[in-house]
């Protein structure tokens, strides 16, 4: 992704404690995994997984909405982008090698 690009979806990433209260399931979804909780927010062609801090947000991926949601479209699963990705373990290996990285 280039600089301007990673730029525009930075402008577009505007999150707030209201916004986590009210989960839309449109722009704002969530998956729960253990204990653990990641945000799901939309915005044109992507997907920002995060985690949300008293301090902070901790951005774990960024996808291109064209790899998971376009399975589910072509699939017609009954159920949610959000319910799907909670159920699936390689997408939270992804995230998991996304902290991972992090660290070193």
């Known amino acids: 992704m280039d600089t301007l690009a990673q730029l525009e979806l930075l402008d577009a990433f505007k999150v707030t404690e209201a916004d986590l209260s009210n989960l839309d399931g449109d722009r704002f979804g969530q998956m729960v995994r253990d204990g653990k ?16 801090t008293k301090e902070s947000v901790i951005v774990h991926r960024v996808l291109n909405k064209n790899t998971y949601s376009d399975f589910l479209f072509r699939s017609k699963m009954p159920v949610s ?4 990705l909670a159920e699936s373990k ?15």
Do not use: V
């Open 81 to 84: 982008e959000d319910e799907q």
């Open 90 to 104: 390689h997408f939270w290996k992804l995230i998991d090698e996304g902290r991972q990285a992090r660290r070193m």
């Open 37 to 52: 909780t990641l945000y799901r927010f939309r915005t044109d062609d992507y997907r920002i997984y995060f985690e949300a």
